[in-house]
């Protein structure tokens, strides 16, 4: 079954969404330039809002330093973290706080995929950010589909990008991606999601019957 991931959770009807439909990540940003980052505490305060079985929580981060990132972990105990940066961050996250970091990546060409060495858990592919962009990922542009399926990768890759629920199960059919990472694709607004468009997605992601 292909994994799902609903990012940018930034309310409560946005998370009980999730966790509703069963997501099996959902993503809390700690990037202030997002109209989707949250504080620590709020992070905690909706992760804390169901006693049900929660999608794993993964905290996305932009080239952080150790501080940056020991600062959210002493409120919430992240289950994955979630990184726009090199492979060398990567791997020193890993060692510093031990537990599994996966690296977020625009791709252009296949000479920038992820090497098959990095240590990353797991990788996030998605469309450069278009020009002018002031953030590196959540752009809401849409990958090169043909390109990211010649991508191979011992570890799991969620496809990004511009997914929504009419177009998630082809894209993962195309790509052979193990899964879907959505936040703008299920918003009724920047920032706001639509409980109707998560439990649409994760559907859609879920049938595409691989």
């Keep these: 079954m292909k994994i799902v991931k609903i990012c940018g959770i930034n309310s409560a009807a946005a998370m009980d969404a999730a966790v509703a439909a069963r997501a099996d990540m959902i993503g809390l940003v700690f990037y202030p330039p997002s109209?989707?980052?949250?504080?620590?505490?709020?992070?905690?305060?909706?992760?804390?809002?169901?006693?049900?079985?929660?999608?794993?929580?993964?905290?996305?981060f932009v080239n952080p330093g150790f501080d940056e990132v020991e600062d959210v972990l002493r409120v919430i105990s992240l289950d994955v973290v979630q990184?726009?940066?090199n492979p060398a961050l990567v791997a020193a996250l890993r060692d510093r706080f031990g537990r599994p970091v996966w690296r977020q990546a625009g791709v252009a060409s296949a000479a920038e995929f992820p090497a098959p060495d990095e240590v990353a858990d797991g990788f996030i592919l998605e469309a450069k950010p278009p020009q002018?962009?002031?953030?590196?990922?959540?752009?809401?542009?849409?990958?090169?589909?043909?390109?990211?399926?010649?991508?191979?990768?011992?570890?799991?890759?969620?496809?990004?990008?511009?997914?929504?629920?009419?177009?998630?199960?082809?894209?993962?059919?195309?790509?052979?991606?193990?899964?879907?990472?959505?936040?703008?694709?299920?918003?009724?607004?920047?920032?706001?999601?639509s409980p109707a468009l998560i439990e649409a997605f994760v559907r859609a992601a879920r049938s595409s019957g691989l």
């Excluded at 109209?35 to 996305?60: C, D, I, N, Y």
């Excluded at 990211?148 to 199960?169: E, I």
């Design 35 to 60: 109209p989707r980052f949250v504080t620590p505490v709020e992070a905690l305060m909706l992760s804390q809002r169901t006693a049900a079985k929660m999608p794993l929580r993964v905290g996305l």
């Design 132 to 193: 002018g962009a002031t953030r590196p990922g959540g752009n809401a542009v849409m990958a090169d589909w043909g390109l990211l399926a010649q991508f191979r990768s011992p570890k799991p890759w969620l496809l990004a990008g511009g997914l929504r629920p009419d177009n998630v199960a082809e894209g993962l059919r195309v790509t052979g991606a193990d899964g879907a990472d959505v936040s703008s694709g299920v918003e009724s607004a920047p920032g706001v999601k």
């Design 83 to 85: 990184v726009h940066g």
